[in-house]
Nanobody, 121 residues
Framework: QVQLQESGPGLVKPSQTLSLTCTVS??????????WSWIRQPPGRGLEWIGY???????YYSPFLKSRTSISRDTSKNQFTLQLSSVTPEDAAVYYC?????????????WGQGTQVTVSS
């Protein structure tokens, strides 16, 4: 059973960089044909996909957030990390990490519990 757990600060100041880490257990982030995503849900709105890192280490980002997004990984710790720069209050959301099903990028099979991020000075 794959398990994902988000961690990081719950409060970020405007213009700063948000950094969240997803720790994975029960499966390796380097296993072929799996994609590891970051997704968020702002208050009162639907889910918004941010980007993914593939088993190969390649990344792909939402065009709406691409200029501010970076996803990286630490294979020795089986973790992947989201960095979102120049945050504004509109970036406040519950942030989730998730894994797609075999060979699928956007059909998420496993989710973390989510972590609330507030953007405020």
């Amino acid at each position: 059973q794959v398990q994902l757990q988000e961690s990081g600060p719950g409060l970020v100041k405007p213009s700063q960089t948000l950094s969240l880490t997803c720790t994975v257990s029960g499966g390796s982030i380097t296993t072929d044909y799996y994609y590891w995503s970051w997704i968020r849900q702002p208050p009162g709105r639907g889910l918004e996909w941010i980007g993914y890192i593939a088993a190969s280490g390649g990344t792909y980002y939402s065009p709406f957030l691409k200029s501010r997004t970076s996803i990286s990984r630490d294979t020795s710790k089986n973790q992947f990390t989201l960095q979102l720069s120049s945050v504004t209050p509109e970036d406040a959301a519950v942030y989730y990490c998730a894994r797609g099903g075999f060979g699928t990028r956007w059909l998420w099979e496993y989710w973390g519990q989510g972590t609330q991020v507030t953007v405020s000075s």
